[in-house]
């Protein structure tokens, strides 16, 4: 079963304005940890922001935010005044402690192109 | 300081040799995570290293699939007689130590695998 769905494969925001990148995820664990990483053109994978499972607060970093909602099992990325250097890719990513795997699981991914 | 490094950074091989890729993690990073992102997908785990020991090897897709790591640090992955699925992104990540769900990953630029 897939435990991130990200189902927006391309999206498109103008240079300024707020675009929000959805993720959902499927797990039994009640301890977990979830990520999102941009994938510029250049290939590096570059961490954004982190949201832990018991976090009572939505991560923030920067212009980056995460809209938690754990009842929903969503953990959508929010990028304010976007900036035409975020055009890349966005993947979100959970880890599990149960389980003790410690790898992370990683979503398709979203393409975002930012417009002048 | 001194990111995750892999190298080479760009490998074609013929199909039925075999490869070695290289990856060298932050310095002081216990944890080592080997990954493959093929065109346009996500990424898929293959092997998670904590110092010398791989306690998670359930990714690697077959048998002609090695790794191992010395000293703590450098790791080598080994693709034994290559195969044109095997062409992909070798994405190396390395982490401090620690189970606990906030451990993010930090990414070398991958090697880029062609296999002919």
């Known amino acids: 079963a897939q435990k991130i769905t990200q189902t927006q494969p391309g999206m498109f925001v103008q240079e300024k304005e707020a675009v929000t990148l959805d993720c959902t995820y499927d797990?039994?664990?009640?301890?977990?940890?979830l990520f999102w990483y941009k994938q510029p053109s250049s290939g590096e994978m570059i961490f954004l922001i982190y949201q832990g499972s018991y976090d009572e607060q939505n991560a923030t970093e920067g212009r980056y935010s995460l809209n938690f909602q754990k009842a929903r099992k969503s953990a959508n990325l929010v990028i304010s005044a976007s900036q035409l250097g975020d055009s890349a890719m966005y993947f979100c990513a959970m880890r599990e402690v149960t389980t003790g795997r410690r790898a992370l699981t990683f979503g398709s991914g979203t393409r975002l192109q930012v417009q002048p | 300081g001194a990111g995750v490094s892999q190298s080479p950074s760009n490998k074609v091989t013929e199909k039925g040799k075999d490869v070695e890729l290289r990856c060298d993690p932050i310095?002081?990073?216990?944890?080592l995570y080997w990954y493959r992102q093929s065109l346009g997908q996500g990424l898929e785990f293959l092997i998670y290293?904590?110092?010398?020991?791989?306690?998670?090897k359930s990714g690697l897709p077959s048998d002609r699939f090695s790794a191992e790591r010395t000293g703590g640090s450098v790791s080598t992955l080994t693709i034994q007689r290559t195969q044109q699925e095997d062409s992909a992104v070798y994405l190396c990540?390395?982490?401090?130590?620690?189970?606990?769900?906030?451990?993010?990953?930090?990414f070398g630029p991958g090697t880029r695998l062609t296999v002919t």
């Open positions: 290293f904590q110092g010398n020991s791989a306690p998670d």
């Open positions: 797990t039994s664990d009640q301890s977990y940890g």
């Open positions: 990540a390395s982490s401090g130590e620690g189970p606990g769900p906030r451990r993010e990953q930090y």
């Open positions: 310095s002081g990073h216990t944890a």
